[in-house]
């Protein structure tokens, strides 16, 4: 059964930092694109931010890009979130996923991602 837990999340001020994990269990993903997704209240759901089976090519939505970074360790079935420089608007839902051929297919539970001003 795979399976897609995030952790990390949390409470920070604006202008700090916390680092997302996802553990993927069930199957390996080395060679799949795994991403990371958020969906504030209200809001649709957005792609943050994915990257390749490698780690070799990595992509960002605009409004992050200089601030986060993603990485992975295909060893142990991980995906990471460096977030630096909060802002209140990066409040969200932070959702990893898996991407199977041209579709997002697996996903996990989400960790809240709360930054206060």
């Known amino acids: 059964q795979v399976q897609l837990v995030e952790s990390g999340g949390g409470l920070v001020q604006a202008g700090g930092s916390l680092r997302l994990s996802c553990a993927a269990s069930?199957?390996?993903?080395?060679?799949?694109?795994m991403g990371w997704f958020r969906q504030a209240p209200g809001k649709e759901r957005e792609i943050v931010s994915s990257i390749n089976w490698s780690g070799g090519v990595a992509d960002y939505v605009d409004s992050v890009k200089g601030r986060f970074t993603i990485t992975r360790d295909n060893a142990k079935n991980m995906v990471y979130l460096q977030m630096n420089s909060l802002k209140p608007e990066d409040t969200a839902v932070y959702y990893c996923?898996?991407?199977?051929?041209?579709?997002?297919?697996?996903w996990g539970q989400g960790t809240q991602v709360t930054v206060s001003s």
């Open positions: 069930g199957r390996s993903f080395s060679s799949n694109v």
């Open positions: 996923a898996v991407r199977i051929g041209a579709h997002y297919n697996y």
